[in-house]
């Protein structure tokens, strides 16, 4: 049975579990981000416990295939070298659950955060929608919903 479980998941069929296991958390967190639901499950360690047992499960299978480990830390050499590394698809699986998991968390913070200014979730509609899909622009978004509802700037909080 476990080899039956290795089987199946590839490298693609992982990638496109890995992509429908997270919309539930993204419709939880853009139509209940204020929910017992939401805070139980997607701002809770759940979510990350599961992209992290997919990593796991990565690590394991591109080690028995035996996945130049080492060559990873080429890409802070030059352009050249990481666009080598991801022409390689367990670099891109690796990179691709690291960023699914922190555009997670921080939407997830986005909602914890919007919950102290009482700002109205209808509100954080459109920059979680950015985060899910540009993560960076959509957290910029919601600062500036932040300063706007908080009517200050505080940059180290």
């Known amino acids: 049975?476990?080899?039956?479980?290795?089987?199946?998941?590839?490298?693609?069929?992982?990638?496109y579990?890995?992509?429908?296991?997270?919309?539930?958390?993204w419709?939880?967190?853009i139509f209940f981000p204020q929910s017992y639901l939401c805070r139980f499950f997607v701002t809770s360690i759940f979510p990350f416990?599961?992209?992290?047992?997919?990593?796991i499960f990565m690590l394991y299978?591109?080690?028995i295939n035996s996945y130049d480990f080492?060559?990873?830390?080429?890409?802070?050499?030059?352009l050249g070298n990481l666009s080598e590394l991801f022409s390689q698809d367990f670099y891109i699986m690796f990179f691709w659950v690291h960023f699914i998991a922190i555009?997670?968390?921080?939407?997830?913070?986005i909602v914890k955060d919007s919950e102290k200014f009482s700002i109205n979730k209808i509100v954080l509609i459109i920059p979680l929608i950015l985060t899910y899909l540009v993560g960076p622009l959509g957290l910029f978004i919601y600062w500036l919903i932040r300063i706007f509802h908080a009517k200050s700037i505080n940059l180290y909080d």
């Open 1 to 15: 049975m476990i080899e039956e479980i290795y089987n199946y998941f590839t490298i693609e069929m992982l990638y």
């Open 17 to 25: 579990w890995v992509n429908l296991g997270v919309l539930p958390f």
């Open 27 to 29: 419709l939880i967190l």
């Open 49 to 55: 416990l599961v992209l992290s047992g997919a990593y």
């Open 61 to 63: 299978k591109s080690y």
């Open 70 to 78: 080492s060559g990873n830390f080429t890409l802070y050499l030059g």
């Open 103 to 109: 555009n997670l968390f921080t939407a997830g913070w």
